[in-house]
Protein backbone atom coordinates (compact mmCIF):
# COMPACT_ATOMS: atom_id res chain seq x y z
CA UNK A 1 0.00 0.00 0.00
CA UNK A 2 1.01 3.33 -0.75
CA UNK A 3 1.60 6.15 2.61
CA UNK A 4 -1.08 7.65 3.78
CA UNK A 5 -1.30 11.12 3.06
CA UNK A 6 -1.96 12.99 6.41
CA UNK A 7 -2.25 16.08 7.49
CA UNK A 8 -1.78 15.75 11.41
CA UNK A 9 -2.83 18.70 14.37
CA UNK A 10 -0.33 18.68 17.48
CA UNK A 11 -0.13 20.42 20.60
CA UNK A 12 3.27 19.16 20.56
CA UNK A 13 4.57 17.01 24.07
CA UNK A 14 6.40 14.28 24.34
CA UNK A 15 4.11 11.49 23.24
CA UNK A 16 2.68 13.50 20.35
CA UNK A 17 6.63 13.77 19.52
CA UNK A 18 6.55 10.15 19.23
CA UNK A 19 3.60 9.64 17.38
CA UNK A 20 4.92 12.38 14.90
CA UNK A 21 8.27 9.76 14.30
CA UNK A 22 5.39 7.09 13.39
CA UNK A 23 4.06 9.09 11.10
CA UNK A 24 7.19 10.21 9.17
CA UNK A 25 9.39 7.36 10.02
CA UNK A 26 7.58 4.16 9.71
CA UNK A 27 7.04 4.18 5.89
CA UNK A 28 3.34 4.14 6.58
CA UNK A 29 2.77 7.83 6.18
CA UNK A 30 3.47 10.28 3.61
CA UNK A 31 3.10 13.69 6.06
CA UNK A 32 2.26 16.64 3.95
CA UNK A 33 1.38 19.14 7.14
CA UNK A 34 1.83 19.75 10.81
CA UNK A 35 -0.24 22.37 12.62
CA UNK A 36 -0.13 23.30 15.73
CA UNK A 37 -2.01 24.74 18.71
CA UNK A 38 -1.65 25.21 22.53
CA UNK A 39 -2.63 21.96 24.61
CA UNK A 40 0.48 20.13 26.41
CA UNK A 41 2.74 23.64 26.49
CA UNK A 42 2.09 26.86 24.83
CA UNK A 43 1.71 27.07 21.54
CA UNK A 44 5.33 28.18 20.44
CA UNK A 45 6.96 25.55 22.57
CA UNK A 46 4.06 23.29 21.04
CA UNK A 47 5.38 24.78 17.25
CA UNK A 48 9.20 24.25 18.34
CA UNK A 49 8.89 20.54 19.73
CA UNK A 50 7.19 19.80 16.18
CA UNK A 51 10.31 21.23 14.57
CA UNK A 52 12.37 19.28 16.80
CA UNK A 53 10.52 15.93 16.07
CA UNK A 54 10.68 16.12 12.61
CA UNK A 55 14.34 17.37 12.33
CA UNK A 56 14.62 14.18 14.64
CA UNK A 57 13.11 12.25 11.94
CA UNK A 58 14.80 14.14 9.31
CA UNK A 59 12.24 15.14 7.54
CA UNK A 60 12.41 18.62 7.55
CA UNK A 61 10.85 18.75 4.16
CA UNK A 62 7.36 18.29 5.96
CA UNK A 63 6.16 22.52 6.74
CA UNK A 64 5.05 23.26 10.55
CA UNK A 65 2.38 26.04 10.70
CA UNK A 66 1.01 27.43 14.10
CA UNK A 67 -2.67 27.47 15.07
CA UNK A 68 -4.58 28.91 17.98
CA UNK A 69 -2.87 29.89 21.01
CA UNK A 70 -5.74 29.17 23.30
CA UNK A 71 -8.79 27.42 23.97
CA UNK A 72 -12.27 28.76 21.75
CA UNK A 73 -13.67 30.35 25.48
CA UNK A 74 -11.47 30.00 28.07
CA UNK A 75 -7.82 30.24 28.97
CA UNK A 76 -4.81 28.14 28.77
CA UNK A 77 -4.45 25.15 30.71
CA UNK A 78 -1.16 23.15 29.74
CA UNK A 79 0.23 19.75 30.64
CA UNK A 80 3.37 21.47 31.67
CA UNK A 81 3.29 19.31 34.84
CA UNK A 82 2.98 16.05 33.15
CA UNK A 83 5.81 16.42 29.86
CA UNK A 84 7.89 19.05 31.33
CA UNK A 85 8.21 22.49 31.21
CA UNK A 86 9.60 22.68 27.55
CA UNK A 87 7.43 19.55 26.66
CA UNK A 88 9.51 17.08 26.26
CA UNK A 89 11.11 15.94 29.97
CA UNK A 90 13.20 18.79 30.05
CA UNK A 91 16.07 16.98 28.78
CA UNK A 92 17.79 19.79 27.31
CA UNK A 93 16.72 19.40 23.57
CA UNK A 94 18.56 22.16 21.44
CA UNK A 95 16.46 24.29 19.44
CA UNK A 96 15.35 23.38 15.52
CA UNK A 97 17.48 24.24 12.17
CA UNK A 98 14.45 25.98 11.03
CA UNK A 99 11.74 28.13 11.88
CA UNK A 100 7.72 27.76 10.81
CA UNK A 101 5.35 28.68 7.90
CA UNK A 102 4.01 31.92 8.37
CA UNK A 103 0.69 30.42 7.16
CA UNK A 104 -2.08 30.39 10.22
CA UNK A 105 -2.99 26.41 10.60
CA UNK A 106 -6.78 27.14 10.39
CA UNK A 107 -6.19 28.35 6.61
CA UNK A 108 -4.30 25.04 6.14
CA UNK A 109 -7.17 22.87 7.65
CA UNK A 110 -9.34 24.29 5.16
CA UNK A 111 -7.24 24.61 2.14
CA UNK A 112 -5.66 21.53 2.04
CA UNK A 113 -8.46 19.13 1.25
CA UNK A 114 -10.41 21.60 -1.34
CA UNK A 115 -6.95 21.27 -2.78
CA UNK A 116 -7.40 17.54 -2.56
CA UNK A 117 -10.71 16.06 -1.85
CA UNK A 118 -10.84 12.56 -0.27
CA UNK A 119 -7.72 12.13 -0.39
CA UNK A 120 -6.03 13.56 2.63
CA UNK A 121 -6.48 12.11 6.52
CA UNK A 122 -6.27 14.14 9.10
CA UNK A 123 -4.84 13.03 12.54
CA UNK A 124 -5.50 14.94 15.74
CA UNK A 125 -3.68 14.67 18.63
CA UNK A 126 -4.52 17.98 20.85
CA UNK A 127 -7.27 20.03 21.82
CA UNK A 128 -9.80 20.29 18.83
CA UNK A 129 -9.07 24.14 19.39
CA UNK A 130 -7.79 24.56 15.43
CA UNK A 131 -10.63 22.26 14.11
CA UNK A 132 -13.11 23.46 15.86
CA UNK A 133 -12.23 26.93 14.39
CA UNK A 134 -12.35 25.70 10.85
CA UNK A 135 -15.72 24.02 11.50
CA UNK A 136 -17.16 27.39 12.17
CA UNK A 137 -15.60 28.71 8.88
CA UNK A 138 -16.41 25.28 6.83
CA UNK A 139 -19.29 23.63 8.42
CA UNK A 140 -18.67 20.71 5.73
CA UNK A 141 -14.89 20.53 6.53
CA UNK A 142 -15.08 16.99 8.14
CA UNK A 143 -16.54 15.23 4.70
CA UNK A 144 -13.77 17.05 2.41
CA UNK A 145 -11.21 14.59 4.43
CA UNK A 146 -10.78 11.17 3.65
CA UNK A 147 -11.39 10.19 7.51
CA UNK A 148 -10.30 12.34 10.55
CA UNK A 149 -9.02 10.26 13.51
CA UNK A 150 -9.23 12.12 16.77
CA UNK A 151 -6.70 11.17 20.24
CA UNK A 152 -10.00 12.68 21.91
CA UNK A 153 -11.72 11.41 25.00
CA UNK A 154 -12.36 8.24 27.50
CA UNK A 155 -15.13 6.59 26.84
CA UNK A 156 -15.21 4.27 29.86
CA UNK A 157 -15.61 7.55 31.66
CA UNK A 158 -12.08 7.13 33.47
CA UNK A 159 -10.25 10.17 33.13
CA UNK A 160 -6.80 11.29 33.68
CA UNK A 161 -6.68 15.12 34.24
CA UNK A 162 -9.76 14.63 35.90
CA UNK A 163 -11.98 11.70 36.78
CA UNK A 164 -14.38 11.77 34.04
CA UNK A 165 -12.34 13.83 31.06
CA UNK A 166 -9.47 12.97 29.30
CA UNK A 167 -6.71 16.06 28.76
CA UNK A 168 -7.85 17.07 24.98
CA UNK A 169 -11.16 17.16 25.71
CA UNK A 170 -11.31 18.76 28.91
CA UNK A 171 -8.47 21.70 27.72
CA UNK A 172 -11.04 23.14 25.39
CA UNK A 173 -14.45 21.30 25.77
CA UNK A 174 -16.56 23.64 23.69
CA UNK A 175 -14.15 22.63 20.81
CA UNK A 176 -14.86 19.04 21.04
CA UNK A 177 -18.37 19.41 20.96
CA UNK A 178 -18.49 21.67 17.77
CA UNK A 179 -16.10 18.63 16.64
CA UNK A 180 -18.92 16.07 17.79
CA UNK A 181 -21.45 17.98 16.50
CA UNK A 182 -20.29 18.01 12.93
CA UNK A 183 -18.79 14.42 13.31
CA UNK A 184 -20.40 11.46 11.62
CA UNK A 185 -18.87 7.94 11.93
CA UNK A 186 -18.17 6.55 8.91
CA UNK A 187 -16.05 9.97 8.44
CA UNK A 188 -14.61 10.71 12.45
CA UNK A 189 -13.27 8.10 14.63
CA UNK A 190 -12.05 9.02 18.49
CA UNK A 191 -8.98 7.12 20.21
CA UNK A 192 -9.68 7.51 23.73
CA UNK A 193 -7.16 7.56 27.06
CA UNK A 194 -9.28 4.38 27.46
CA UNK A 195 -7.85 2.59 24.67
CA UNK A 196 -4.04 3.97 26.06
CA UNK A 197 -4.58 3.08 29.17
CA UNK A 198 -5.41 -0.52 28.25
CA UNK A 199 -3.28 -1.31 25.46
CA UNK A 200 -0.30 1.40 24.71
CA UNK A 201 1.24 1.28 28.66
CA UNK A 202 5.39 0.94 27.93
CA UNK A 203 6.27 -1.13 31.53
CA UNK A 204 9.69 -1.07 32.95
CA UNK A 205 10.34 -4.42 30.20
CA UNK A 206 9.45 -2.26 27.65
CA UNK A 207 11.23 0.87 27.86
CA UNK A 208 14.35 -1.00 28.52
CA UNK A 209 14.04 -2.59 25.19
CA UNK A 210 13.54 0.74 23.90
CA UNK A 211 16.23 2.68 25.44
CA UNK A 212 18.21 -1.09 24.22
CA UNK A 213 17.74 -0.38 20.70
CA UNK A 214 20.25 2.35 20.30
CA UNK A 215 19.49 4.16 17.81
CA UNK A 216 18.94 8.15 17.80
CA UNK A 217 14.66 7.69 17.55
CA UNK A 218 14.51 5.28 19.83
CA UNK A 219 16.68 7.04 22.55
CA UNK A 220 14.78 10.44 21.52
CA UNK A 221 11.84 8.32 22.27
CA UNK A 222 12.65 7.14 25.28
CA UNK A 223 14.27 10.29 27.16
CA UNK A 224 11.98 12.56 26.00
CA UNK A 225 9.39 10.33 28.27
CA UNK A 226 11.15 10.88 31.57
CA UNK A 227 8.71 13.01 33.60
CA UNK A 228 5.65 11.63 32.32
CA UNK A 229 6.71 8.26 33.57
CA UNK A 230 7.27 10.31 36.75
CA UNK A 231 3.56 11.52 36.55
CA UNK A 232 2.05 8.07 35.80
CA UNK A 233 3.36 7.01 39.20
CA UNK A 234 2.14 9.46 41.21
CA UNK A 235 -1.35 10.36 39.38
CA UNK A 236 -2.65 7.59 37.55
CA UNK A 237 -1.27 4.09 38.95
CA UNK A 238 -0.21 2.57 35.76
CA UNK A 239 2.70 0.49 35.49
CA UNK A 240 4.55 2.49 33.33
CA UNK A 241 3.94 5.37 30.98
CA UNK A 242 1.21 5.36 28.37
CA UNK A 243 1.17 6.80 24.94
CA UNK A 244 -2.24 7.67 23.86
CA UNK A 245 -0.95 9.94 21.16
CA UNK A 246 0.98 7.40 19.47
CA UNK A 247 -1.44 4.61 19.48
CA UNK A 248 -4.44 6.94 18.15
CA UNK A 249 -1.52 7.73 14.76
CA UNK A 250 -1.12 3.87 14.60
CA UNK A 251 -4.75 3.43 14.41
CA UNK A 252 -4.84 5.29 11.54
CA UNK A 253 -1.94 4.77 9.63
CA UNK A 254 -2.68 0.76 10.65
CA UNK A 255 -6.44 0.32 11.19
CA UNK A 256 -6.15 -3.36 11.02
CA UNK A 257 -4.91 -3.18 14.88
CA UNK A 258 -7.96 -2.36 16.07
CA UNK A 259 -10.23 -5.25 17.49
CA UNK A 260 -13.00 -4.03 19.19
CA UNK A 261 -14.78 -0.33 18.41
CA UNK A 262 -18.45 0.63 18.52
CA UNK A 263 -20.34 3.64 16.93
CA UNK A 264 -22.36 5.75 19.35
CA UNK A 265 -24.00 8.93 20.17
CA UNK A 266 -21.70 11.22 21.99
CA UNK A 267 -22.00 14.79 23.28
CA UNK A 268 -19.65 16.80 25.41
CA UNK A 269 -19.96 18.17 28.71
CA UNK A 270 -18.89 21.99 29.38
CA UNK A 271 -19.98 22.11 32.82
CA UNK A 272 -17.83 22.85 36.02
CA UNK A 273 -18.45 19.65 37.31
CA UNK A 274 -18.05 17.53 34.40
CA UNK A 275 -16.23 19.13 32.41
CA UNK A 276 -14.91 17.57 29.55
CA UNK A 277 -17.17 14.25 29.91
CA UNK A 278 -17.69 12.32 26.95
CA UNK A 279 -21.59 11.45 27.31
CA UNK A 280 -22.17 8.14 25.29
CA UNK A 281 -25.87 7.94 24.72
CA UNK A 282 -26.25 3.89 24.15
CA UNK A 283 -29.96 3.27 25.00
CA UNK A 284 -32.18 2.11 21.53
CA UNK A 285 -33.80 5.10 21.29
CA UNK A 286 -30.34 7.26 20.91
CA UNK A 287 -30.47 9.89 18.18
CA UNK A 288 -28.45 8.05 15.47
CA UNK A 289 -24.04 7.95 15.92
CA UNK A 290 -22.18 10.40 15.18
CA UNK A 291 -18.98 8.95 16.28
CA UNK A 292 -16.58 5.83 15.82
CA UNK A 293 -15.05 4.69 18.91
CA UNK A 294 -12.16 2.42 19.06
CA UNK A 295 -12.06 0.74 22.31
CA UNK A 296 -9.01 -1.67 21.93
CA UNK A 297 -6.37 -2.50 19.73
CA UNK A 298 -4.03 -5.40 19.60
CA UNK A 299 -1.30 -4.16 21.57
CA UNK A 300 1.35 -6.45 20.70
CA UNK A 301 1.42 -5.10 17.07
CA UNK A 302 0.89 -1.76 18.24
CA UNK A 303 3.96 -1.71 19.97
CA UNK A 304 6.10 -4.07 17.44
CA UNK A 305 5.30 -0.96 14.80
CA UNK A 306 7.24 1.09 17.59
CA UNK A 307 9.71 -0.51 17.96
CA UNK A 308 10.52 -1.78 14.69
CA UNK A 309 9.82 2.21 13.38
CA UNK A 310 12.86 3.52 16.37
CA UNK A 311 14.78 0.82 15.34
CA UNK A 312 15.15 1.92 11.54
CA UNK A 313 17.90 4.23 10.77
CA UNK A 314 16.38 8.03 10.16
CA UNK A 315 16.48 8.55 6.52
CA UNK A 316 17.55 12.10 5.07
CA UNK A 317 14.23 13.92 3.96
CA UNK A 318 13.11 12.80 0.10
CA UNK A 319 12.70 16.85 -0.79
CA UNK A 320 14.38 19.72 -0.39
CA UNK A 321 13.63 22.13 2.84
CA UNK A 322 10.71 24.09 1.46
CA UNK A 323 10.76 27.86 0.73
CA UNK A 324 8.33 30.22 2.79
CA UNK A 325 10.18 29.94 6.29
CA UNK A 326 9.45 33.40 6.80
CA UNK A 327 9.52 33.74 10.57
Known sequence: MPPLPLIIDTDTGSDDAVALLLAAASGLGDVRAVTTVAGNVPLETGTRNALISLETARRTDIPVYPGCARPMARPLSSAQHVHGEDGMGDIGLPDPGRLPESEHAIDVLLSSPRERPGELTLVTLAPLTNIAAALLRDPELLTRYRHVYCMAGAADLRGNVAPTAEFN??????????????????????????????????????????????????????????????????????????????????????????????????????????????????????????????????????????????????????????????R
Open 169 to 326: VWADPEAARIVAQAATPDKVTWIGWDVSRKDAVMTPADQRHLEGIGTPLAAFAHRINRTVADWVHDVTGLPGYDLPDPVAMAVALRPDLVTEAERAYVEIAVGDEARGQMIIDRRVCAPAPNLTLVRRVDESGFKRLLFDTVATPATPAPLSPRPGNS
